[in-house]
């Protein structure tokens, strides 16, 4: 079975959205501004796709990254050569800039964690993430956690009424800048 990871830049009040800089949130960018660059900071990130074998992404992620994505050819080389997939319900074709196989469903996540192969890296993707948390398909979460709160935004993870997950720290460092590297692992 593949391991599904769920890898994302996190405020310390738990806060997701936009930390590139999309438009439409006012804080948006929040990773890049007010913090002294530590590049030890995002070795986690290098590492991520050097390991993976697979990206999944929800339709919004998608359509962000599939115009801007291809054209990193040195900083996303290796996401831009491994197989891509969307879960979506409402995308009609993939982005041929960007090819991907589309999952209607949580099911078919799960039929492919099934598959041969590496690791299953799922970057942004606020909504599906809390989904596939409360569906209990993720197996390990890689944070970068910021010294910021944000206070409004999307969330990491969902208000669902569950029962408690236990997480096992696998991996953690502090960096100059404050931010902290979180590994985790599900247990089951």
Not at 81 to 108: G, H, Q
Request: proline share 5%; charged share 25%; hydrophobic share 40%.
């Amino acid at each position: 079975m593949r391991t599904l990871i769920v890898t994302t830049f996190v405020s310390l009040d738990g806060v997701v959205e936009a930390p590139g800089g999309e438009p439409g949130y006012r804080n948006a960018g929040w990773t890049f501004h007010d913090l002294v660059f530590d590049p030890a900071a995002y070795e986690l990130k290098d590492r991520e796709q050097k390991e993976a074998g697979a990206l999944l992404m929800g339709r919004v992620s998608y359509e962000a990254f599939a115009p801007v994505w291809p054209t990193m050819t040195e900083e996303f080389a290796g996401y831009n050569t491994m197989p891509r997939y969307v879960v979506s319900t409402t995308l009609e074709s993939d982005d041929e800039r960007w090819p991907a196989t589309i999952l209607r469903s949580l099911d078919d996540v799960a039929a492919l964690k099934e598959t041969d192969g590496g690791p299953i890296s799922v970057h942004g993707s606020a909504t599906l993430g809390r989904a596939l948390a409360d569906a209990g398909l993720v197996d390990r979460y890689h944070l970068l956690q910021f010294p910021v709160l944000l206070g409004a935004g999307k969330r990491m993870w969902s208000e669902t009424d569950k029962d408690k997950q236990m997480l096992r720290l696998v991996e953690n460092e502090t960096y100059s800048n404050g931010i902290q590297k979180l590994v985790y692992d599900v247990i089951r």
